[in-house]
């Protein structure tokens, strides 16, 4: 490898390609873009959290302005069905029909020259219901004297899930044993840029393109065209620059659904632009977790086992296509966590609420999950009188045991856990902060080690029978006639730079400059189909099939390059963007080899590959059960026990995610993750009333962590291959976001520990530190 | 509704626009007059992703009304071209790996233009203090922090 190569491909923190654009205001996002003669939509959305709808009266002089669901022909529901076995199944109408099941479900869309007079429509319709009692309370939910979500049901829960290991002995046998009730908070994935769409019909092409801000276009085209009733390929989805994701735009949208009828039945474009409000109340819709964990230890702090009952408050509907059961079906798996479990028994529920439908966020169950083990090793811990360091010591799976299979199925590929525990904990001065406790500093160390499986794959979600089991992932490679290539991907970048990590993947292969790839991606009609960007699978999905591609493209391009060379095709190589003789005699660039095939046939050697200077190959790992990277967060904190404020003094991440492709883009996933797990640990929470209302409705209310809120944080690198994939990348995307609520909880009480009092919900925001001091003073009274 | 007119000058340029008396800055910027880089984020003045200069100030364009600004000057992303600092900021925040989505970043460049401009002694609690107006959700602000003292150490040195 040249050393140009090495500066450039895989490994290389190249600055991002796409960088310019949006550092100029050129950036084009749903926001940005207008069509002539388009139309505005506003929608009219429930204001009670569950309700009989009786009616909706129009503005006088505008109803055909205002559309309900009886106004939209042939629109079918939206199904998110799972094969597993007990799960109920919700329609979630595009509009309300007939129920209102959530504060800011939609009922009917108001269409005007400009959203504001839009606006004005939805404000001048007249809405009748009937109240009805709401069920806000994801353990109250399933009880039989709650009342019905759906109807039909026989109880409000979409799933329940069971593991029964025998644990009936362990009471007999462990040295300690601990039982902790935890809880986390409904939140609001917020990306700066909410949601958008611009439908609008081509008369030509008969064909609906719409414009939309999402994580997955194929995977929305394919749900469109269910729900419209359409082809296929009647269907173009558009997803330009995406203002952020973290799973917030990873669905078909009913918006989506109403906006391409209308534009249908109109003639003329609509849009949708999302704002704060609508977001915040209509879309808090994630990470709301409740456990009861017991666990139990020997004397070195090994476990012996854990029992668990999980509710996970799903809401209202299941959501296309992930489901309602995500996170709840996937405690039992991801409990055991990085470590060594003998017994599980988990009981968990998909709660149903009149709240709005759950969607995966970043992290997806582990964030909660991660929180829940942490906080209860460290429980054990305080009980052995051993460090949190040791407990950890002494269940991580070790390096030697590695491809480890455990006891739930899950196989772990590679890595050292241990190590990337040690690796933390001597990056930290124990005995200062030791000191400063002693002097009666209200200080605390805490850890979180825990473990990511990304980019898993058909092996592991064809269980869970969800409309969409990813499978193999395309790339399409074509080489234009100046030796430009385009790479073209059905993943979708919202913020990670795949404009510029591909390129380095296909620069790795053939050496063709990344500045002279041109990474295509966003459009359906552009990209061959995909499953999309979640799950932390891009980079492992994604770039195997583009390496695959390329080398597959390699291959033609050095037939013919040998040929304009006057050898044979074993006696070249696919070098530095240039066909090079082994012998060093001689050598012609891929630009050239483009144009002989392009403008130049006559030169190409006979019997030449048909299919010229484009391919699509198809990648999966094998096995696909997916990469696992992990790490060791480590946090210390200050608490101010006069007003509950919580300062994060220092934090370190020590991580490994295999190769990095470009370690740069690497570690800002890792500290953007990060960001949204102190907000989850420390701010963010959307509470809702009893009547199910809503209670943060701007970001004064919900707070995001700003500047001042993260840290300037130590990152440290392990780069354990996977011995599955491409170049040995692991899934990293939603890493950062998994750790922060375990380490800060566990240095919170750490810190507190003198007290003995101990957080045990999030955030850990100020009103609950001193509740848990206040706590702790009563109980010694 | 009955509109207003409104003059004002946009990124150097004198431009005389129509809009509803309730018409904030940003809706009249990108809709009127398609300078579509300054970005909607909350609308209620919490997130700074609306942010452009108003008269040589930061200012929220989302809680700027339009009649209010009749005879300002307003300089938006697009109006930066020639400016050293802007440019200077552009690199830093590229090569700090300062953005991911880009949806937020308009808006942190014109603040950060102005933390450099206004205190070109700020430290690293200073500038985190000044920039804790405008949220970014992607890049847990490590990055744009090492722009903005990076630009500001550069400036120092050459002072």
Redesign the interface.
Known sequence: MTAEQGGLGVGASL??K????????????V??I?RPGMLEVAFLRSPVAHAKLRSVTKPAGAEKSVFTLADLPGVQTIRANSALPGFRVSEQPALAKGKLRHVGEAIAACVAETR??AEDLAGACVLDYEALPAVHDMLAAPLPTSPLVHEAWSMNAFLETRRDDDVSGLDAIAVAKVTRTLRTSRQCM????GRGVLAEWDPRLEQMIVTTSTQMPHVTKTGLADCLGLDEGQVRIVSP??????GYKGILLPEEIVCASLAMQLGRPVRW?E???EQLTASANCREHHYVITAWADREGKLLGVECEATVDAGAYSSYPFGACLEAAQVGSILPGPYILPLLRCHTISACTNKPPILPYRGVARTGVCYAMETTLDALARKLGISAEAIRLANLVPPNAMPYRNLVGKVFDSGDYPESLRRAVAAFDLDTIRARQARGEVVGFGLATFCEQGAHGTSVYHAWGIPFVPGFEQAHVRLSPDGVLEVRVGVHS????METTLAQVAHEILGVHPDKVRVVHGDTALTPYSTGTWGSRAMVMAGGAVAEACRQLAERVGAIGAALLQVAATDVEVIGGMVRRRDNDGAVSIADVARTWYRAPQNLPPGVNKGGLEVTAGYRPDPDTGTHSYACHAAVVRVDTETGAVVIEDYLIVEDGGKLVNP??V??QV??????GIGTALYEEMPYDAAGQPLAA???DYL?P???D?P??RLDHMETLSPWTTFGQKGIGES?AIGPPGAIVNAINDALAPLGAEVTDLPASPPRVLAAIQAAQAARR | ?KKITISLTVNGEPRQVLA?P??QLVDLL??ELM??????????G??G?CTVEIDGAPARSCISHAGSCDGASVR???GFGEDAVMADL?EA???E?A????????GM?VVARDVVLRLPEAD?AR???E???????????????RAVLRVLAARRLHA
């Not at chain 1, 917020?190 to 840029?193: H, K, S, V």
């Not at chain 2, 107006?133 to 890049?139: D, E, I, Q, S, Y």
């Open positions: 600055r991002r796409e960088d310019a654009r949006f550092l100029h205001g050129r950036g084009r996002f926001g940005d207008t504001a007079e917020a990306p700066i840029e620059d995406v203002g952020g994701g973290f632009l704002d704060r409000y919202h913020g990670q730079g740069m883009i570690d800002g500290l953007g993750g990060l960001a949204q701007t970001l004064a995001l700003g500047t001042s993260v300037d944080v950062g | 509704m509803e309730r018409e990108r809709r300078l579509t880089g300054t970005h909607v984020g909350c609308e209620h919490v997130c992703a938006t992303i697009e552009r925040f590229s090569h790996h953005l991911q989505c880009g949806y937020c970043t308009p460049l690293e500038v985190r203090e920039m804790a107006g405008n949220l970014c959700r992607c890049t847990g602000y490590r990055g744009i922090v």
